[in-house]
């Protein structure tokens, strides 16, 4: 039977070898793409078109044509690749859009030509270019996936999107398309013909020119949006000092990633193949990376990207099947036929017998998904570094401070109503190259309204000291430098564990004098660390310059604040993170409303975070509204002061 799916639903693929086919209403080209784990394709190289038909493992059509089939042997692959998309394109001199032709369908056969899944391209307008379906891989097993996504720029942009420089995104869609001879590409080679080099920031190093991408949450958009490819923000430029002796030294290479010199560390060892009919068992670490933190890293981020997707697929298969019902539903009560008798009544409830049919059907789908996801959660949650995890994982009370940055650090939860218990880490990059504003004000949530004033501003203020916490822990002792600002003295309570641990650069600032005093320092490190970079002699720095990477904490802003402060404050959220100053902001937005759209930049510029429940953020695929928890650590707890104390003493071995 085939699995008949709508956008964004996956269906597992029993055979390795496959066929997909392709119906269209009019002749497109079809090619494929080679992606790593987040979709990104390593070069061009990494495209079979036309103009360069093979790679390993497939082989695509020379010609557009109304029929196509593609044999495709995922055994045969790189090892690298994660993802094979099939691409239709329009040929030039054929029809202008998709929109002006009838839907296209695709489907995956097996080896007897018994069709597994299909899917019907509809709802495209004015797009020129589709990614299809995708073949993707998840823990040794592949799946097949209705995307859908439809670009009206044409191939060009689709190329761009999915991670190619727009010059050589242009050359290789004029190839593919027969409007430049294909010798004009440069492909990327490996051993057996044509194949994408290894992916960019997964499986092989990346420089300090060409650092690893990374999604990341995205604020909640205003009005709906159609479901975006996932963006790759890069990371920021990290500065640091170099202890080794000489001149202090500014690094822009990412922390942990690795030289191509270096051997990756040995992966996990497989779970036992799952027997017939049964899904792969999760094993923590079983995603691409060079170390053990990178492989969860990636890991985590597929069971995000996984669970959006279900869900989105659960969302549009209901959505369809009440769609379908109430059409079905005007044309009975529009017939006069169905007035005499019972046979009104029986359309109308043969159009709900085929809802509900739908629904279940979709709910199906949805469950065995979130049956897998939970099971892999299970075994990873456990698994994570002490940068990862919860406050609550024992792996905090055998933690030490490490002699490595971590790669991203975890600010909280995210889930969503379908399975509230099914929780996500929120993993974020660092170097951040946002500054992060923890919301205190109550008008921003439904759990934000129903909480006390002070409540509120307490809990706010507990998570801004529980971030700063997690990050010095998780950092090499002397890689940051933490200053607070505190002009009223409001969070002196809060504060506490940072001030008594001894790990604050100097006493949390007050009035506003200490607010400039504070921020004039902090702009200096900037303008002298721009210029010495920009000059290309960063060993030309004043030695009265700290060039660790510093932490700002504002509470209470904008009290004590003047103008200048303020416009300081703004220069330190927009140019600060490139050059290691980074700003955690605890702050009631309407309380600064007296500036009027003055802030406005500043608020945009920065990844508001909830100290209660809030659905505030959405995910870079479909954009969900998810629902956002802070980790914070338990109640009663000695667990953060353990993690200040050996910060504390770490720091003074090294002096």
């Known amino acids: 039977m085939t699995a008949e799916l709508v956008r964004g639903q996956n269906h597992p693929l029993s055979r390795s070898r496959v066929e997909i086919r392709v119906s269209a209403g009019t002749p497109v080209l079809a090619l494929a793409q080679l992606g790593d784990d987040t979709g990104r394709l390593a070069g061009p190289g990494a495209v079979a078109h036309p103009g360069a038909r093979t790679l390993p493992g497939l082989e695509v059509p020379g010609a557009a044509s ?71 891989r998840r823990q040794d097993a592949w799946k097949v996936r209705a995307v859908g996504q439809g670009y009206a720029a044409g191939l060009g942009a689709l190329l761009t999107d999915a991670g190619l420089p727009a010059a050589a995104a242009a050359e290789l869609a004029a190839a593919a398309l027969g409007t430049a001879p294909a010798g004009d590409i440069t492909l990327a080679v490996m051993p057996g013909g044509p194949a994408p ?8 190093p990346a420089t300090a ?15 709906p949006t159609p479901p975006p490819m ?37 992966a996990p060892r497989p779970a036992a193949p799952p027997r017939p009919g049964e899904q792969p068992r999760p094993v923590a670490g079983d995603a691409s990376g060079w170390s053990m933190e990178e492989r969860l890293y990636n890991q985590v981020w597929g069971m995000f990207e996984d669970l959006a997707r279900s869900v989105a697929a659960y969302r549009g298969a209901v959505e369809f099947a009440d769609s379908r019902m109430d059409r079905e539903l005007d044309e009975a ?40 996801l939970t099971s892999e959660s299970e075994v990873v949650e456990p698994a994570l570094p002490a940068a990862y995890a919860r406050w609550d994982n024992p792996v905090w009370q055998a933690h030490s401070v490490p ?16 399975r509230p218990d ?24 439904e759990a934000a309204m129903a909480m006390d004033t002070d409540r509120l501003r307490r809990a706010a203020m507990d998570m801004a000291v529980a971030h700063a916490a997690r990050m010095l822990a998780a950092h090499p002792a002397d890689r940051f430098a933490v200053h607070v600002i505190d002009a009223a003295g409001a969070g002196a309570a809060s504060l506490a564990p940072l001030v008594r641990a001894g ?73 600060g993170p490139a050059v290691g100053v980074h700003l955690l902001m605890v702050a009631d937005r309407d309380e600064a409303s007296a500036y009027g759209p003055l802030l406005d930049p500043l608020w945009r510029s920065l990844m508001r975070l909830s100290p209660v429940p809030d659905n505030h953020l959405a995910d870079p695929w479909v954009h969900h509204a998810w629902i956002f928890e802070p980790d914070l650590p338990p109640q009663g707890s000695r667990v953060l002061d353990q993690a200040l104390e050996r910060v504390a003493a770490a720091r003074g071995r090294a002096r």
């Open 333 to 372: 009560l529009s017939d006069p036929r169905h007035r005499l008798g019972g046979s009104g009544n029986a359309a109308r409830d043969a159009a709900r017998g085929r809802r509900e049919e739908l629904v279940a059907r979709a709910q199906d789908v949805l469950d065995r998904d979130l049956v897998q």
């Open 230 to 266: 996932p963006p790759q923000p890069q990371p920021q430029p990290q500065s640091g000092a170099d202890t080794a002796g000489g001149p202090p030294t500014i690094s822009y290479a990412h922390p942990r990633r690795r030289t191509s010199t270096e051997p990756p560390e040995p």
């Open 503 to 575: 790990v604050l650069a100097g006493a949390p600032a007050a009035g506003a004098a200490g607010v400039t005093e504070t921020l004039e320092r902090l702009t200096r490190r900037v303008d002298l660390v721009q210029m010495a970079v920009r000059a290309g002699a960063p060993e030309d720095l004043p030695p009265d310059v700290d060039t660790s990477d510093q932490l700002l904490i504002v509470h209470d802003f904008p009290h004590g604040f003047d103008d200048r402060a303020v416009t300081r404050l703004r220069y330190l959220a927009d140019e």
């Open 66 to 136: 109304g029929q196509h089939r593609i044999a495709v042997d995922l055994d045969a692959v790189a090892p690298a690749v994660h993802r094979v998309g099939l691409v239709l394109v329009l040929p030039p001199g054929g029809p202008g859009h998709f929109g002006a032709v009838p839907a296209s369908y695709v489907s995956v056969a097996d080896p007897e030509g018994a069709e597994l899944a299909g899917y019907t391209l509809t709802g495209l307008e004015s797009e020129t270019a589709v990614v299809a379906l995708e073949l993707y």
């Open 209 to 223: 020119q060409t650092p690893a991408p990374a999604p990341t949450p995205q604020d909640v958009p205003a009005a």
């Open 403 to 418: 002699a490595e940055a971590p790669l991203a650090l975890r600010l909280g939860d995210l889930h969503l109503p379908e």
């Open 197 to 204: 080099t290894v992916p960019r920031g997964l499986r092989a």
């Open 422 to 445: 099914l929780r996500i880490p929120m993993l974020v990059r660092v170097p951040l190259e946002r500054g992060l504003w923890i919301d205190n004000g109550r008008t921003g949530s």
